[in-house]
């Protein structure tokens, strides 16, 4: 039976980590919870790039590598190929289709945080679910903006912007409050492709409010690809690498 290496960085990830036995190995990068009720051996850390990566394959003798990370996750999806290819063996890929906008939605696209921050000056109270990455430029806001920001932890913020630390999934009423309560007037997202975390947009287009979309990063081309758990694990199934 061939063993696998799983990248986590999705919730699609858990699920296909809870059908794997113990010979397998489910890889996190330490950010967030660590699930306790796993069959599956659970690693938790980085490898050092690319050849850290192809190492610890060799190592542990993987067959098939599995990249679940997330579609912003470039590098690490670019390490998970090269790792592969290095190791000689196949990567198989869990690609979340995107997003795509409705009747209604105003979405403009930015490339990078310069764009991003540009295509932000006329409003007034955004609401970032960018992640982390704003809290690198809590000392740039704007006096005239306050910034609201989701991520998964509470981090500190300042007196221009308050730090919400919440998981999804959200459901649509408290994406409601939340754009009321804080008098959102634009919403700053990754075009993440999860159902969890969808109402945002939802209640913007209600609103009809601004989304501010961080354009998906370039992945790599890899042996397979997948758009959902299902077809990934049927495609485990057939090869025997469940």
Known sequence: MKRILLLGGVTEALAIARTLG????YSLAGIGRVPTDLHCQVRVGGYGGAEGLAQFVRDERIDLLLDATHPYAAQISQNAATAARLSGIACWALRRPAWQPQAGDDWREVSDWAGLIEA????????????REPLQHLDEIPPEQFWTL???DVYPGNERCEVIGARGPFLIDDE???FERRNIDVLISKNSGSSATEPK?????ERGLPVLILKRPELPVVEREFGSVPDMLVALSTSDNS
């Open 176 to 178: 409601r409050e939340l």
């Open 22 to 25: 113990p010979q397998h190995i």
């Open 120 to 131: 932000l000056k006329p409003f007034r109270r955004p609401l970032f679910t960018l992640g």
């Open 150 to 152: 989701r991520a998964l």
């Open 201 to 205: 947009l939802d209640v913007a287009r």
